[in-house]
T-cell receptor, first 108, second 114 residues
Framework: KNEVEQSPQNLTAQEGEFITINCSYS?????LHWLQQHPGGGIVSLFM???GKKKHGRLIATINIQEKHSSLHITASHPRDSAVYIC??????????FGQGTRLTINP | SQTIHQWPATLVQPVGSPLSLECTVE??????LYWYRQAAGRGLQLLFY??????ISSEVPQNLSASRPQDRQFILSSKKLLLSDSGFYLC?????????????FGEGSRLTVL
């Protein structure tokens, strides 16, 4: 079993829908990162969380340390949100463990 | 502002040929630098990280090596490429370790070994 599991692996939705991507992890962590990888391959950091909730525009990230679970939400989704979303956890000593990613497609 | 440049963006190399991927960071000093590989359909795997000039830590035994000749320069090399070295390579940096600092990625280098 992977230390970081994301669900779903693939998600297709219509423009305007509310999107939720989940991340569960099985190890103790110092922080959790949400990353966005566009079709060209470049990766952008969206959030870094160690507790609670963060919001940036239409994106919201939450983390529950006790349950070892994080969610990334996208409100009023748009085709430009189509990308692979990756969850990664910091285990310490420069180490990040990455999930497999969730491929999101938003249709107009 | 801080930027990170990585090149080449794409390369196709024959088995047994050498490799050199370069990454430079601008706008910051003494960054922590990382090389990741993303094989097709798989998650990111940490290959090397560096906390300072000449300091390289390897995460997995492999056919690759890394060097940091200058504070903001990180190079990934191989003397003889294998088919299994194909993948998407990403350089990244952070001002602190990823427990506390946001991670910034380069544009990536797509390597195909034939």
């Amino acid at each position: 079993k992977n230390e970081v599991e994301q669900s779903p692996q693939n998600l297709t939705a219509q423009e305007g829908e509310f999107i939720t991507i989940n991340c569960s992890y099985s190890v103790g962590i110092s922080a959790l990162h949400w990353l966005q990888q566009h079709p060209g391959g470049g990766i952008v950091s969206l959030f870094m969380l160690s507790s609670g909730k963060k919001k940036h525009g239409r994106l919201i990230a939450t983390i529950n340390i006790q349950e070892k679970h994080s969610s990334l939400h996208i409100t009023a989704s748009h085709p430009r949100d189509s990308a692979v979303y990756i969850c990664a956890v910091s285990k310490g000593a420069q180490k990040l463990v990455f999930g497999q990613g969730t491929r999101l497609t938003i249709n107009p | 502002s801080q930027t990170i440049h990585q090149w080449p963006a794409t390369l196709v190399q024959p088995v047994g040929s050498p490799l050199s991927l370069e990454c430079t960071v601008e706008g910051t000093s003494n960054p922590n630098l990382y090389w990741y590989r993303q094989a097709a359909g798989r998650g990111l795997q940490l290959l090397f990280y560096s906390v300072g000039i000449g300091q390289i830590s390897s995460e997995v035994p492999q056919n690759l090596s890394a060097s940091r000749p200058q504070d903001r320069q990180f190079i990934l090399s191989s003397k003889k490429l294998l088919l299994s070295d194909s993948g998407f390579y990403l350089c990244a940096w952070t001002v602190r370790d990823p427990n506390t600092g946001e991670l910034f990625f380069g544009e990536g280098s797509r390597l195909t070994v034939l």
